[in-house]
């Protein structure tokens, strides 16, 4: 019993040491973007003074929302805070509570609650932002599954923690190197990147995850916006520790990921809308290769 | 005046001059002749491209008479816009018109109320109720999203109302209009000289164009010839107003799209542009050069040599960002077959500037008029076929190397006629006449009536954005909801220039 408590609180220790650090990611990714352009950038912990600036805020709610426009930005936070106690990481001798599908499965929960309360407030940007978050979740679902097969048909298990890569560098299969460029991939898109979604645009007309957001304010959109955060944290440290063959520090995997998020973010720009199964097609393909190949 | 008319022959003689659109409509406009005894009149203004020449006919109604005139919009489908707002300033009814909603006044103006009568006060204030519907689609799973007036970036206000089936856009209508400064009638009673400080704060993108319609309608009137070395100028600063645009606007288009590289490139040549304008005017947006006569300041050497090096280094920027937007598949795969106006919509809609060139129909005042240094500039429109963005994109850039060479070539005309005279001196009597000019979006077109004291009677702006927004709502049709901004951007109408 004892030992279980311990691992337990190792998880929550790890989910908020990802959460602390999150904002300082996403602020990183924008100083990256800034400097590409030749501009100065805000400074990387700007997301937090955004984050302290909406939880003085009141929260202002239409007098058409149901309860589950307030439920779904903390259902949304919990699902990353628990995906991120989930995630292998930093620390030896966690719960391998992490089983692969309910990881990814807890994640389409934030996402669903996500979806309907984009569509609670009955305006027409919410309603939008939501379906293209469900047509994109369609076709990023199958490439997050097929990525896991992956290291499960390697390992023979389905807990994420018995699928970390073994960094002896014998490791350097065309399984994996095709299953590294997917899963970056699927990153993009599932983290409402470049060129899926624009992260800072204020088009309302072209907008997915930011369209869900746009009625929410105070803490609610401080909480979405921190899970947000959390769950492009997670994802990083999921594939430095599944998909990236080097034996470096996690830490430093994260790093060189968010600054390759930020170039790649520049070097892009948004495509249509409907082209997007084309991209995810093609996540697809490599990842079924790289089934082949294992 | 080429021919005066009675009201109930208008929609024939319009039908004569139009020609089946060879002589596209360029505006039409109320005017109160009751002051001088007569009634209501309407103007109707023609391009004659051949003769470079605009055929204005008028119609004269009977004081006291029926308020109405058959509607052209069935033959000339441009008139549409024309005949609404004539309706709502005027109270003057074209019969037939297919969509006599109003255009102008919103719904907090009282029914019965026509600004620009000379019975209605310049400051007279009002406050009613009046219908003012959208058009919308109706259907089984169809669906509006209403946009603005307030947006989230920092523009003017509009309203756009989309009729859509899942992601793609069935209708657009958009209510514009929002902030109506009612400019036209707060010019008259006014000199030209007064009313030159308010046409060129119409719009801040083309105060050269304006001032330059403005002041060729009063030196018609007064029969003043602008000497040389201030033609030069005024073309010159009308070059320098296109590339400060065109630059603005390749920037911008982007922005619609999320390509980060691009939009900062557009944005700091657009910045160094802007600072050039103000080392000549004083302002960044060269208000105050042009005056009804000639110039009010010279360019001087140093500021030819500022200019030089300013051009050479932005010429050299939009090459980059030429070669940007050509490299970056994702980019072409976006603007390409995108927002697709066709030739036989540009010419019914009588469409200018870029909007126009882009869809293969070659309408440019520059070539169209004999205007300021042009004819000798050996000019001629850039035109592309597709009518996308992609063309109107490429138009821009087009464009511009036509408009850097032409710099070149004036600053080189500068330096050969130092020390000539500026300005000549204007005499005002009364009269009426036209003035037209190329803005960075189009043509631009003002109509100008004195009375026996030389002060304005009658003041008629058509900027380039007027003919052009409906075209804006036919280009949208098919494509999908969110390539709706960067469909917009291609265009870069003005809110402010309909707003007059």
């Not at chain 1, 709610?61 to 259902?75: G, M, R």
């Not at chain 2, 542009?273 to 960044?284: D, Q, S, T, Y």
């Not at chain 2, 976006?334 to 882009?358: P, W």
Request: aromatic share 10%.
């Amino acid at each position: 019993m004892g030992y279980i408590l311990e691992g337990l609180a190792l998880n929550i220790v790890q989910a908020l040491v990802l959460l602390a650090f999150a904002p300082l990611l996403a602020g990183i990714i924008s100083k990256v973007k800034a400097r590409l352009q030749k501009r100065q950038g805000a400074s990387v912990l700007q997301e937090y003074f955004d984050l302290r600036k909406w939880w003085r805020k009141p929260v202002i709610l239409t007098p058409y929302t149901s309860s589950i426009f307030i439920l779904a930005p903390i259902v949304y936070f919990m699902t990353s805070f628990l995906a991120a106690a989930m995630v292998p990481g930093f620390l030896a001798g966690q719960l391998t509570i992490s089983d692969a599908f309910v990881f990814v499965y807890i994640l389409a929960l934030g996402r669903f609650f996500m979806s309907l309360s984009s569509m609670d407030a009955a305006t027409a940007f919410g309603g939008m932002g939501g379906a293209r978050e469900i047509y994109i979740s369609v076709l990023v679902e199958p490439a997050v599954m097929l990525a896991i097969l992956i290291n499960s048909l390697r390992y023979h298990t389905t807990t994420l923690s018995g699928m970390v890569i073994d960094y002896d560098g014998a490791y350097f299969t065309v399984s994996a190197a095709l299953a590294c460029v997917a899963f970056f991939l699927v990153i993009l898109a599932e983290n409402c990147r470049l060129p899926v979604d624009n992260p800072d645009t204020h088009l309302e007309l072209t907008m997915i995850h930011e369209g869900m957001t746009l009625e929410y304010s105070g803490p609610l959109l401080a909480l979405i916006h921190l899970g947000s955060m959390l769950k492009m944290m997670v994802f990083l440290t999921l594939f430095g520790a599944l998909y990236l063959p080097l034996s470096v520090p996690l830490a430093v995997k994260i790093l060189c990921c968010a600054v390759l998020i930020g170039v790649v973010e520049i070097l892009n720009n948004k495509m249509r809308l409907f082209k997007v199964r084309v991209y995810m097609g093609a996540a697809i393909v490599l990842l079924l290769l790289a089934i082949i190949a294992e | 005046m080429d021919k005066l008319i009675s009201p109930e022959s208008l929609l024939a003689a319009a039908e004569q001059v139009y020609a089946q659109g060879q002589h596209p409509l360029t505006a039409m406009f109320g005017r109160d002749e009751t002051a001088q005894g007569a009634g209501y009149a309407i103007y109707c203004c023609f391009e004659l491209p051949e003769k470079k020449d605009i055929c204005v006919v008028k119609a004269a109604f009977e004081p006291e008479g029926s308020l109405s005139y058959p509607s052209l919009t069935h033959a000339i489908p441009a008139a549409a816009w024309y005949e609404r707002e004539i309706k709502d300033m005027f109270g003057l009814t074209a019969e037939g018109h297919p969509d006599l909603r109003p255009l102008v006044l919103h719904e907090s103006y009282p029914e019965d109320f026509y600004p620009l009568r000379k019975s209605v006060r310049v400051n007279a204030k009002v406050r009613g109720e009046r219908q003012f519907k959208m058009r919308t689609a109706k259907g089984q799973g169809l669906f509006e999203v209403p946009v603005g007036p307030i947006h989230a970036g920092i523009i003017e206000p509009g309203h756009f109302r989309f009729s859509q089936a899942g992601e793609s856009m069935l209708q657009l209508d958009a209510k514009l209009f929002f902030t109506h400064r009612g400019l036209e009638k707060a010019v008259e009673g006014k000199t030209p000289a007064e009313a030159l400080h308010i046409v060129e704060r119409i719009c801040g993108a083309c105060s050269i164009a304006n001032t330059w319609s403005f002041c060729q309608a009063a030196e018609k009137i007064a029969g003043a010839a602008v000497p040389r070395r201030a033609e030069i100028i005024r073309t010159l600063l009308s070059e320098l107003e296109r590339i400060t645009n065109h630059v603005g606007d390749l920037g911008n288009m982007p922005a619609g799209v999320g390509f980060n590289p691009a939009i900062s490139l557009g944005s700091r040549l657009k910045e160094q542009l802007m600072r050039l304008c103000e080392g000549i005017a004083g302002n960044r947006f060269l208000r105050g050069m042009i005056v009804p006569g000639g110039v009010r300041q010279d360019i001087t050497q140093e500021l030819i040599e500022e200019i030089h090096s300013t051009l050479d280094d932005v010429a050299e920027g939009v090459e980059d960002l030429a070669a940007m937007f050509r490299e970056q598949e994702n980019f072409q795969n976006r603007i390409r077959t995108t927002g697709i106006v066709r030739t036989k919509t540009a010419k019914d809609l009588a469409m200018v500037g870029v909007g126009a060139r882009a869809s293969g129909y070659a309408h440019d005042s520059r070539s169209d008029f004999a205007y300021g240094i042009y004819p000798e500039l050996d000019f001629k429109p850039y035109t592309k076929t597709m009518g996308d963005v992609a063309a109107r994109l490429l138009v821009r850039i087009g464009e511009l190397s036509a408009s850097f060479e032409m710099a070149d070539k004036l600053l080189e005309m500068l330096e050969n006629c130092q020390g000539m005279p500026l300005c000549a001196d204007v005499e005002y009597c009364g009269g009426e006449a036209w003035g037209i000019s190329e803005s960075p979006r189009g043509s631009n077109f003002h109509f100008l009536a004195l009375d026996g004291a030389g002060r304005i009677d009658r003041l008629f702006v058509r900027s380039a954005s007027y003919p052009n927004w409906p075209a804006l709502t036919i280009a949208v049709q098919g494509d999908i909801i969110p390539d709706f901004p960067l469909i917009n951007k291609s265009f870069e109408l003005c809110y402010a220039c309909i707003d007059r």
